[in-house]
């Protein structure tokens, strides 16, 4: 998706970018299509060879200008979203060639500027790999991201185990003073009340057999790789 001439308020006031591009989650490219064509245009219609020269040194010269006051606007730090950079379109291969013939160091004073000279071939390829190093960042942010859950998941286990292992050693040594008192209870309780009852005391009911538990608590096993 694109929007173009979209207002936005900054505290330096309204801004108008010429077009916005919307990547994938959310991303912004700024580009700007005011790329001042009409030097370039006087050198292809003069059939003076000097007034074409000097046509095109001065058609280099705007489109540094362009790139100069571009960059003066800092789009980048004025939205969100948005990569350190702003494109500059230039509408066809020529016009661009024509500008890095007169003034090699162009395209390297663009980057510096944090501007981006694009054309209709270029832009494509661009906008499709900004969004390509979108996609690979947001896959190392959600990488990292389960990499943290995923710790704090191991730590939130280990401490549950902990207490687990408390639960189960506790109910182990409940188990065993249990089974005592079942041991205590055969050997010197149990039988004197059977005499009681032998030599004729009656009761309501009959004693039961209580029998000691058998089965123990487990405990964990750790994994000690």
Do not use: C
């Not at 705007?62 to 100069?68: D, E, I, K, L, S």
């Not at 960059?71 to 890095?100: E, H, M, R």
Request: net charge negative; charged share 30%.
């Amino acid at each position: 998706d694109f929007f173009e001439q979209e207002q936005h308020t900054t505290d330096q006031g309204g801004l108008r970018p010429d077009m916005i591009i919307r990547l994938p989650a959310g991303r912004d490219i700024i580009v700007d299509v005011k790329t001042p064509l009409d030097a370039f245009l006087t050198a292809v219609e003069t059939t003076d060879e000097a007034k074409r020269e000097q046509a095109l040194d001065q058609h280099a010269r705007n489109v540094q200008a362009r790139v100069r006051e571009l960059a003066s606007k800092s789009y980048w730090s004025q939205f969100d979203n948005t990569p350190d950079f702003v494109v500059l379109f230039i509408p066809g291969d020529q016009f661009l060639s024509a500008a890095l013939e007169r003034n090699n160091d162009l395209l390297e004073y663009a980057l510096q500027q944090r501007v981006i000279l694009a054309t209709p071939t270029s832009l494509v390829a661009l906008l499709r790999a900004v969004a390509f190093g979108w996609r690979q960042e947001a896959l190392a942010e959600n990488a990292d991201h389960i990499r943290q859950l995923g710790e704090e998941l191991y730590k939130r286990l280990a401490t549950f185990t902990e207490h687990l292992d408390k639960v189960g050693k506790n109910l182990q040594r409940s188990v065993e003073s249990f089974n005592k008192a079942v041991g205590s209870m055969d050997r010197q309780v149990i039988p004197g009340a059977r005499k009681l009852s032998e030599l004729g005391i009656k009761a309501r009911k009959e004693l039961e057999d209580v029998k000691q538990i058998e089965t123990q608590a487990r405990t964990i096993e750790k994994d000690d790789s």
